[in-house]
Each structure stands twice: as structure tokens, then as C-alpha cells.
């Protein structure tokens, strides 16, 4: 089965290549994939799979039906979306969009998915059961894989595997990670109301600017005497917005940030203890305050079972040396999880570094490139555990 993936693969490697360049020149934003979706729609439905479009918005749904008896379904979840950035690479493939790019690398997602569909519908006579691939779309403003879930794309689905293109790792490796992949992130607004008054005459006035730096020291201390260590939480404060002029001091500040958690128990408890410390320093100096917590997207916790299911594909399809389990997880987010509340699941990481290079450009930065060779590893890859999924070996 193995080699037969492969030369499916390598067969179909150049198509790949051009679709992965299509879609990298033609980039959308979150939740305007239009373009993409109708052309991820007609490689689908060419290779013979059922497609449903518009689920979850601009998002595509393709299933691939087996031939046997066994009724599970296996899903695999693609993101389609780019970012509002200008492209520097300079390469001939480049965006053409002013302003918008695949520096996530959704681009190469997408291609993965499609070359998976591709490789599996050809051997859809051998698989006994289902495969549905998820094209969701609005993955970067954390978005997508609420509005497929409300759309019924994970009904009935018994496991789920997804990637993300990792440049810190060579072209053609694999890394896996058990249990915590990325954290959970929420959004925190807090509002500190004080009263205006002369810059002269602090005393009859209530600084909020001063009291909103009270609150920022603290909360940063605090995370270093309150919470375990071993358990990591990261706020930080993105935005500072308040003050009229120099010499009037301050009524009110508004702080924006993020919140980044890996432990759910940690996680739900931060609302509290964020609340409790803003209100003893707002309280000692007479501020009003407001907090505002908003739960975003949890943290990615891959399953046990399917991450060593994704090891034994990948190290039987790679060799152990080109496979790697992750030590540390990433404080980053990824929608995925919310997958996680309807099946088990596990995302991978896809090596996209080149390896001649000593640093490659990070991910969201304007001059991110990817080893394209990775496009392989990632089909034969998910193809491969697909069928692994069903014992096919
Ligand atoms: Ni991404």
C-alpha cells in the first residue's frame, strides 16, 4: 500500500506543484475564499468525490466514499485562507493580490488535502470506509472550524487528522507531539475609569493611565508568584488606548490583549484571578474598572492513539530520522481544537524548511518561503495513516 501511495504521489507531484503556486499567487482573506473554494471544489469533484460547497460559509466539504463495510469516518481538515500582508519574495509565483498573502502557508494545506483526495480516490475501491476532507475557510481569525462544526462537518466523523507547515524543521520531516500541541487563546479588555484633572494637581485627580500601569505591572508579577510554573499562562497587552493631552490627566485607559493558556484548568480559572487582581489595584486607588474575558479558540490536545498511528506512518514512510516528536508545544493557536469537541483528532507539522538555508523567514512574515518537496511528505503522509486507520497496510 505504502508504495503504491508513493508512486501515486510522485506521479502527481507536478500537478501539485502548480496548484500549490495557483493558489500561493491567488490568496484570500478570511471568510472571502471564494476563488479558492470553487477551484478546491472542481479538483474534488474531477477526482469523483461527492462535494457539498458553503459549508461553514466559504468552506468546501468532500467525501470519499469506500467501498466496505466499516461505517467510521475519518476526516481530514485543511485551512484555505491568507493574511493581510504585502508579499516581499520576489519569486515568479508571488501573490498578485496587493496586500494579501499565504504566509501561514494554507497554500500548501490545501494542496495537501487535494493531493490526498487524489491519491485516495484512487485506491477508494480498497477503502472500507469513509473519508471526508474539511476545506474550512477563516482559519486566522479563529472563525472557520466554529462555522464547519455549525454546518454539520464533523457529524458522524469517528477521528480527525490535520497539519501545519512548521519552517523551523527541514523539508521532508515530520513532527508529531502527544497530549498539548498549541494554547488556548482568549481576548482580554480592560477598562479603568479614574477622573480628569489638572497634570499639576494630581492629588484632586484620579490618574487611570497610572493605575493602568499599576494593573499591568501586577498582572505580569503575578503570573510569576501565583501561578504554577509548570503550567504556562502568557497575557500580553497589545493595545493601550487613553488620554486627551500632556497636561490633563487621564479618566479613562482601555488595555487589549491576549491570553495564552495550555492547562483547561489553569484556563478556567484565569477570568477570576484576572478579575480579582484589576479590582485590588483599582480599588487601593478609587479607579472603576470593567473586565471584559472572552474564551477564544482552546488548546490543540492531540490523541494518544492517532499521534502514534501518524509516528508508525510516517517513520515506516520516512525512516525514525526524518521524524521527530516535538519536545515543547506551541503558545500559538490553532482552530483545529474545536474539531476536538466532536472526535479525537491529531495535527502534525510539516518540515517546510530548506535545509541549505541556516535561518528560514517564520511564519506571517513577508518574506516566508517553503521547500515544496514538503508537499509530498505531507500526501503520502495523510494518505497513508488513512489507510493505516482502516488497517490497510
Ligand atoms: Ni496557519
Not at 316 to 345: I, K, N, T
Request: net charge negative; proline share 5%.
Amino acid at each position: 500500500m505504502l508504495t503504491n501511495i508513493k508512486d501515486l504521489a510522485t506521479k502527481l507531484a507536478p500537478r501539485l506543484i502548480e496548484i500549490r503556486r495557483h493558489l500561493h499567487s491567488h490568496p484570500e482573506l478570511s471568510g472571502a475564499e471564494y476563488q479558492t473554494a470553487a477551484f478546491v471544489a472542481g479538483v474534488l469533484s474531477s477526482s469523483g468525490l461527492h462535494v457539498q460547497e458553503g459549508v461553514g460559509k466559504t468552506g468546501v466539504v468532500g467525501e470519499l466514499n469506500g467501498t466496505g463495510s466499516d461505517n467510521r469516518i475519518l476526516a481530514i481538515r485543511t485551512d484555505m485562507d491568507a493574511l493581510p500582508i504585502q508579499e516581499r519574495t520576489g519569486l515568479d509565483f508571488a501573490s498578485r493580490t496587493s496586500g494579501v498573502m499565504h504566509a501561514c502557508g494554507h497554500d500548501v494545506h490545501t494542496t495537501v488535502g487535494l493531493g490526498t483526495a487524489m491519491v485516495l480516490s484512487q485506491l477508494a475501491e480498497e477503502l472500507p470506509g469513509k473519508v471526508r476532507f474539511l476545506f474550512q475557510p477563516a482559519e486566522e481569525i479563529a472563525q472557520g472550524a466554529s462555522w464547519m462544526v455549525k454546518d454539520g462537518a464533523m457529524s458522524d466523523v469517528s477521528a480527525i487528522l490535520g497539519l501545519h507547515v512548521f519552517p523551523s524543521i527541514p523539508g521532508g520531516s515530520i513532527g508529531l507531539r502527544y497530549g498539548a500541541l498549541t494554547a488556548a487563546a482568549d481576548d482580554l479588555e480592560i477598562t479603568i475609569v479614574g477622573e480628569s484633572g489638572h497634570g499639576a494637581r494630581p492629588h484632586e485627580a484620579t490618574d487611570a493611565i497610572w493605575i493602568a500601569s499599576q494593573v499591568i505591572t501586577t498582572l505580569q508579577q503575578a503570573i510569576s508568584r501565583t501561578q504554577n510554573p509548570l503550567r504556562p499562562v502568557v497575557l500580553s497587552i497589545g493595545q493601550i488606548n487613553g488620554g486627551r493631552a500632556p497636561n490633563i490627566i487621564a479618566d479613562k485607559v482601555e488595555l487589549k490583549g491576549t491570553v495564552r493558556s495550555l492547562h483547561p484548568e489553569t484556563r478556567a480559572n484565569l477570568p477570576t484571578w484576572i478579575e480579582t487582581i484589576v479590582a485590588n489595584v483599582c480599588n487601593s486607588y478609587g479607579a472603576k474598572f470593567e473586565v471584559n474575558y472572552r474564551q477564544g479558540v482552546p488548546s490543540v490536545q492531540n490523541d494518544y492513539m492517532l499521534t502514534q498511528l501518524l509516528q508508525s506512518s510516517a517513520e515506516e514512510a520516512w525512516g525514525c530520522e526524518r521524524v521527530q516528536v516535538l519536545p515543547e508545544p506551541s503558545l500559538g493557536a490553532e482552530d483545529f481544537s474545536v474539531y476536538l469537541d466532536y472526535a479525537p483528532g491529531s495535527m502534525f507539522r510539516l518540515g517546510v524548511g530548506f535545509k541549505e538555508r541556516t535561518a528560514n523567514y517564520p511564519l506571517h512574515h513577508p518574506l516566508f518561503e517553503v521547500d515544496e518537496s514538503a508537499i509530498i511528505t505531507g500526501v503520502v503522509t495523510m494518505a497513508y495513516t488513512a489507510c493505516k486507520f482502516w488497517n490497510l497496510t
